[in-house]
């Protein structure tokens, strides 16, 4: 009887000693290096938004000085910086985001009908670090996607599913592109 109660708690040792050294491979670390590299990521972004969202004032500037009469774009940009810098959530900030894409098109497009504004060399600088920006901005978002789609696969595959569920973790957003991003742009000459 003795050695039957002496084999039992080995066998439970050895069950406990085995689930403890499987438990690391069965996704939770996964999750957490993943679910890392996505807010790494998304700080990117955020750095990259903070960077346009600083250039702007001085873009609007420039423009209000030669076109007074384009109140409405220089307006929107403003409100949509606004929105930029309040929002909370990655989503509500991709929202943001992207309305101000499409208002800083506008003023490009209004920057057009100003030949003297063109010229303006602050204008061209302004112009270039944007266009930068933009860049960057873009880069930031693929890489962020990126971690985003490795993130979600490991959160779905087994058995990190199971873990995932028991701790937890859930989908991440992805940065989508606007609507108005889809539409084929208008060109004239």
């Not at 930068?132 to 873009?138: D, V």
Request: hydrophobic fraction near 40%; charged fraction near 20%.
């Amino acid at each position: 009887m003795k050695r039957r109660a002496m084999l039992q708690s080995m066998m439970v040792a050895l069950v406990t000693l085995t689930s403890a050294l499987a438990l690391p491979g069965c996704g939770y670390n996964s999750l957490v290096q993943t679910s890392e590299a996505v807010d790494s990521a998304w700080g990117e972004i955020q750095n990259q938004l903070q960077r346009r969202n600083d250039l702007i004032p001085n873009l609007v500037a420039t423009v209000k000085g030669f076109a007074q009469q384009e109140k409405e774009v220089l307006t929107k940009v403003t409100d949509a910086r606004s929105r930029v810098a309040g929002a909370g959530t990655p989503t509500e900030t991709m929202a943001a985001s992207n309305e101000l894409t499409g208002a800083l098109s506008r003023l490009l497009v209004v920057a057009e009908n100003y030949p003297q504004l063109k010229s303006d060399q602050n204008f061209l600088h302004l112009q270039d670090e944007l266009a930068g920006t933009e860049n960057r901005l873009a880069v930031a978002r693929m890489r962020y996607n990126e971690a985003v789609q490795a993130y979600d696969t490991t959160l779905k595959s087994f058995p990190t599913n199971l873990v995932a569920k028991m701790t937890g973790f859930g989908s991440k957003p992805y940065f989508e592109a606007p609507e108005s991003a889809k539409a084929v742009p208008e060109v004239k000459f």
